[in-house]
């Protein structure tokens, strides 16, 4: 099995920062994605930011949060951050961690999308 534990939310005033980090475990074999999503009250849960475990490749982000937000991976560590940097009231959301990985079970190898529990975003104007 894989989870993913998220950490950092919390409650920030508008033009604050926070950092969210997640942490991948299990039997993880190889990740080939990690990505944050965030869901609004009321709205649909939306991609924030993705980054591919392939050094010609750049990370992707929203276009909501493009020069705002930072993904780091630590593929090492199996370890995702997200550091958000001049919120907005309108960032308040859950956000959650997901990985795209391939996994050792007991008959090969198995390759599925993992998510994390989510963690509070809170933004006060």
């Known amino acids: 099995q894989v989870q993913l534990v998220e950490s950092g939310g919390g409650l920030v005033q508008a033009g604050g920062s926070l950092r969210l980090s997640c942490a991948a475990s299990?039997?993880?074999?190889?990740?080939?994605?990690m990505s944050w999503y965030r869901q609004g009250p009321g709205k649909q849960r939306e991609l924030v930011a993705m980054?591919?475990?392939?050094?010609?490749?750049?990370?992707n982000y929203s276009d909501s949060v493009k020069g705002r937000f930072t993904i780091s991976t630590d593929i090492a560590k199996n370890t995702v951050h997200l550091q958000m940097n001049s919120l907005k009231p309108e960032d308040t959301a859950v956000y959650y961690c997901?990985?795209?990985?391939?996994?050792?079970?007991?008959?090969?190898?198995?390759?599925?999308?993992?998510w994390g529990q989510g963690t509070q975003v809170t933004v006060s104007s």
């Open positions: 299990g039997s993880i074999f190889e990740i080939k994605t």
């Open positions: 997901s990985a795209n990985i391939r996994s050792l079970i007991s008959v090969g190898y198995k390759t599925a999308d993992y």
């Open positions: 980054d591919i475990n392939d050094r010609s490749r750049s990370p």
